[in-house]
């Protein structure tokens, strides 16, 4: 995108050198003004693509942590189903096992 600005104002200012009806000086001050300005909007460009990557990456970020959160809960919810049910197995066992040693 910002090459093509650059080749346009390029090719803009090469052929207004070659049209110019005027002398060198004052086409070089409006060439250097006119490098001025574009430089200065590229300048303004970078910044604003800086500034929306910085607010994508922040977004991305907090998108993240409250992803992360989710699963964490998530994860936590199916743990405690998964020690219920060992619990329960568990006891289980015990109850078969007092079984046993009672008919020992």
């Known amino acids: 995108m910002i090459h093509k600005i650059v080749l346009g104002v390029l090719v803009g200012a090469g052929i207004g050198v070659l049209l110019a009806p005027e002398k060198?000086?004052?086409?070089?001050?409006?060439?250097?003004?006119?490098?001025?300005?574009?430089?200065?909007?590229?300048?303004?460009?970078?910044?604003?693509?800086?500034?929306?990557?910085s607010k994508a990456a922040q977004s991305g970020k907090a998108k993240f942590k409250e992803e992360a959160k989710d699963f964490a809960s998530k994860a936590s919810h199916k743990t405690e189903k998964a020690i219920t049910f060992l619990e329960k197995q568990l006891a289980i066992l015990k109850e078969k096992n007092r079984t046993l040693q009672h008919t020992s």
């Open 24 to 53: 060198g000086k004052v086409t070089r001050d409006k060439l250097k003004k006119e490098g001025k300005h574009v430089k200065d909007q590229i300048t303004q460009d970078f910044k604003e693509v800086k500034e929306d990557v």
